[in-house]
């Protein structure tokens, strides 16, 4: 079973389109890369599914749930807005954590909150839940620190435990690795790689491309706003069929 | 004759500090209100809140007193302020309210908008409220980058009191000069000074404190 489907985005700002009629499904348990060029239309796409950005057209299912169709426009309040959110995880290139809350803080926000509504989960149990994610990046000696004590590296990890806690069907990441040195970048690759080898369902936008061919499952080449070609990594990197992809892989 | 004048100077900065902690109870947050108008998307809010912040910052505190006390008796031809010192000293606290709120809110639109947008758009991907947003993400962050400026404002709020006087409210220069003409003297005026300087300089220890509790993040 299809775990997400997207059907035909399409979004513009203003009178540029961004996404001119996306596609593509995946599966429970799989990873997905998505590559190509700056202004290619990646970044945006993660930002629909995540809805920080509404597309115009176009529809999107999570596990059979219709979470947006553009032909059947129902409520878009906030509450189900936030809702729809759930399905998905995100973490970003700049990683965004609070930097008033420690690690631990960072990663049990969100759950208490949650906790606050009515959703009872016991205190001490998001607290486990938490370390046990820290741990899991490797950051059990971490966990009280504030994010300004951290490293780029690390902070992304915390990041990566933020967005678990929440449980999401997919997780997306937005070039999790472009604003770290590159001394960094391995540590930050290595827990994705873990997390793939876990069958995490994962939608991952990378200029690292021997990474996105080791990880992936299925690799997606956007450009100017439409996936010019997906395939397995094999396919994608070692027989594109398109001009434009042999282009775009020959600059790395 | 020291005591005396000590004892009428403290009358006076009675009134001077009456002043400023009521100005300081409705100003902040009233600025935090018009803080929010300036920032609506909605123009029909956004120009006219604009156009009050740019009153108000644009003509000096001692003409908006006047206009504010003498305004309504003479324009409206009743006395809405009510009649002796009661009266004036809701009038001057009327002024230096709207003034300061205006510019609190200015502050606070800085602090607000100065926090990157990726602060938001975390707590919204882990599914927080806007207002949870608000309280538990933004509203630290915000209160660490205005406590420089808001206290710099208040500090001046100290000494803008002494102001009240061009509507007869009594506050302490009042009465150091009073002893000018009484007695012949100018050294009650420096002492007026020294209660400024110690009172501003109690302030300035306050804001390092608050400024060093909220070192802790960057």
Known sequence: ?252 | MFLDVTLTLLGGFLGTIKLFILTLVFALPLGLLISFGSMKHFAPLRYPVKFIIWIIRGTPLMLQLLIIYYGPGIILHQNIWGSGDGGRFIAALVAFVINYACYFSEIYRGGIQSIPIGQYEAGQVLGLTKGQIFRKVILLQVIKRIVPPISNEIITLVKDTSLARVIAVYEIIWEGQSFIKSAGIIWPLFYTGLFYLVFSGLLTLLFGYIERRLSYFR
């Open chain 1, 1 to 252: 079973m299809d775990i997400l489907e997207v059907k035909n985005i399409r979004k513009k700002f203003d009178r540029t389109e961004v996404l001119k009629d996306i596609s593509f499904t995946m599966q429970e348990g799989q990873a997905v890369s998505i590559i190509g060029s700056s202004g290619s239309g990646k970044t945006t796409l993660l930002r629909c599914l995540n809805f920080l950005e509404m597309p115009d057209e176009g529809v999107i299912r999570v596990k059979d749930e219709t979470l947006f169709d553009s032909a059947a426009p129902g409520s878009r309040s906030e509450a189900e807005i936030r809702k729809k959110r759930l399905h998905f995880g995100l973490v970003f290139q700049s990683f965004n954590l609070f930097p008033q809350y420690t690690a631990i803080e960072n990663v049990m926000l969100a759950p208490q909150m949650m906790n606050e509504e009515g959703h009872r989960r016991d205190s001490g149990e998001v607290r486990r839940h938490a370390q046990e994610l820290l741990e899991k990046m490797g950051l059990q000696n971490r966990m009280d620190n504030y994010p300004h004590q951290l490293s780029g590296g690390q902070q992304q990890r915390v990041a990566i435990a933020r967005a678990l806690a929440l449980q999401p069907d997919i997780l997306c990441f937005d070039e999790p690795t472009s604003a770290l040195d590159p001394e960094l970048t391995g540590e930050v690759l290595r827990v994705i790689r873990e997390l793939a080898e876990q069958k995490t369902t994962m939608i991952i936008v990378t200029h690292e491309m021997s990474f996105a061919r080791d990880v992936a499952d299925h690799v997606i080449f956007m450009d100017g706003g439409v996936i010019a070609e997906q395939g397995t990594p094999q396919e994608v990197f070692d027989h594109p069929r398109e001009e434009r992809t042999r282009q775009f892989l020959s600059r790395f």
